[in-house]
């Protein structure tokens, strides 16, 4: 072939090739659009679980272990992380959960009373609902009306109850009593306690009543208002009590400012559990304090109504003082799958038939296993179906906005300073006023 001919036949192969991409560039060009989907691989779920709660007392730290120890058992590919923040009755934990959850960095489930203190959280959208949970777990059928109603909030629910606690308790070292022949079932009225204290410091015991820090010490006049009646602390829960002449408030601050007479002056130092240690130990006869104490005295192996004994408050012998610890679903968690699985467990039938005998407290559902439970824990079952009222304590969280408990605590610090009734009074009614807007809860008592 030529070198003309050779030159002709390529020039009519590069014009049929540049045809030919000129009539596919033209069909891809009209040919509809699809989008471009970038593959990103799922994310795989890291296997653990991080929790927050404030249980660090040797009591409380066994029951925690006993329902970690059930978790792992049932997955045990699981690494459970808990972080446990010290500071009785979550006093210090709120200022450490509180910037993960806000940040968006909270862990997978944390401890929480049920009531006002899940409020802030609900109202900045930052949990999620688990209606789910309860729905899947048949918890209704199970758990009490009452405990229902303060895990909801805009009538979804937001938390399952793993214990019923009772804040509304007196123990007492029993050998002290029987040494001074002082029976606690005459210990009805104020004027019958403050008697006993009497007659225990005439024998040489100098501070017959024990009580730890802040929290407590409110945690004691709250009681003092339910002694009251019923009607007074439902207005008091409510934000109602604005009169700072008000009878039944002056009284009550008189009672604990005769109370505060008999407590050891190291209190404000003193954790709950170091002070119900002393009572366990005979240094003092007396604590207030909630059944969560049962486990301080069930680890020190002594018995109920045996070596120790309890009685409620003057004036509450009818009621039961509800505190009830509550685990949530925060948003933005990073192990959902193993949070859903430690709700279903601590609201589960032996979750909680585990968890509760060492606790001290009771379990929230009604078909409980009373075998497993302690003397005390059986006597406070059949208290809790038999109370005539119950009520939400402001100490722990659930009766009051959050900014009421804070500030009735400072003034019940003030209070140890100067003892003066009248300005307690009228110091707190004033800043009940002052957030009346803050009452959103409606508590009906009766």
Not at 360 to 389: H, L, M
Request: aromatic fraction near 12%; proline fraction near 6%.
């Amino acid at each position: 072939m030529t070198n003309k001919k050779i030159l002709w036949v390529s020039l009519a192969i590069v014009v049929v090739i540049l045809v030919g991409a000129a009539i596919a560039y033209y069909l891809m060009a009209m040919a509809p659009k699809k989008p471009v989907v970038a593959v990103i691989p799922p994310k795989e779920e890291i296997n653990a679980l991080t929790i927050y709660e404030w249980w660090t007392s040797p009591g409380e730290s066994a029951a925690l272990n006993s329902l970690v120890a059930l978790f792992t058992k049932q997955y045990t590919d699981t690494a459970v992380l808990p972080t446990s923040v010290v500071g009785g009755a979550g006093y210090s934990f709120l200022s450490v959960i509180k910037p993960l959850v806000t940040s968006g960095n909270p862990p997978d489930s944390f401890q929480m009373h049920a009531g006002y203190e899940g409020v802030p959280y609900y109202d900045a959208n930052l949990l999620n609902p688990i209606d789910d949970i309860w729905q899947s777990q048949n918890l209704e059928a199970v758990i009490p009306k009452v405990v229902q109603d303060m895990t909801k909030f805009g009538g979804h629910y937001y938390s399952v109850p793993v214990d019923i606690h009772r804040a509304n308790l007196i123990w007492y070292n029993k050998a002290a009593l029987d040494k001074n022949k002082i029976d606690p079932l005459t210990l009805t009225t104020w004027d019958a306690f403050f008697a006993a204290c009497d007659k225990l410091k005439a024998a040489g015991m100098q501070y017959p009543i024990q009580l730890g820090d802040t929290w407590t010490a409110a945690q004691v006049l709250e009681q003092i208002f339910a002694g009251e009646g019923i009607d007074f602390y439902q207005n008091w829960v409510n934000g109602k009590v604005t009169d700072p002449t008000d009878p039944k408030l002056l009284d009550a601050i008189q009672v604990y400012k005769k109370y505060i007479t008999y407590v050891n002056p190291d209190n404000l130092g003193l954790s709950w559990n170091d002070a119900i240690d002393r009572v366990i130990k005979g240094d003092s006869a007396f604590n207030l304090m909630g059944d969560w104490a049962n486990g301080e005295f069930t680890v020190a192996k002594l018995n109920y109504g045996v070596d120790y004994g309890v009685f409620a408050p003057p004036g509450t012998q009818d009621m039961y003082a509800l505190v009830i610890d509550t685990f949530e679903r925060p948003k933005n968690i990073q192990h959902p799958t193993n949070a859903d699985r430690w709700l279903k467990l601590v609201s589960s039938k032996i979750g909680q038939d585990t968890f509760n005998p060492l606790k001290g407290s009771i379990s929230a559902r009604t078909d409980a296993d009373v075998s497993k439970y302690n003397p005390y824990q059986q006597a406070a079952i059949a208290d809790f179906w038999k109370a005539k009222y119950m009520y939400p304590s402001v100490v722990h969280g659930s009766g009051a906005p959050e900014d009421f408990k804070v500030q009735f605590e400072n003034l019940i610090a003030g209070f140890f300073a100067n003892q003066d009734v009248n300005k307690l009074a009228q110091d707190m009614t004033t800043y009940t006023a002052e957030i009346s807007d803050k009452y959103t809860i409606k508590w009906s008592l009766q």
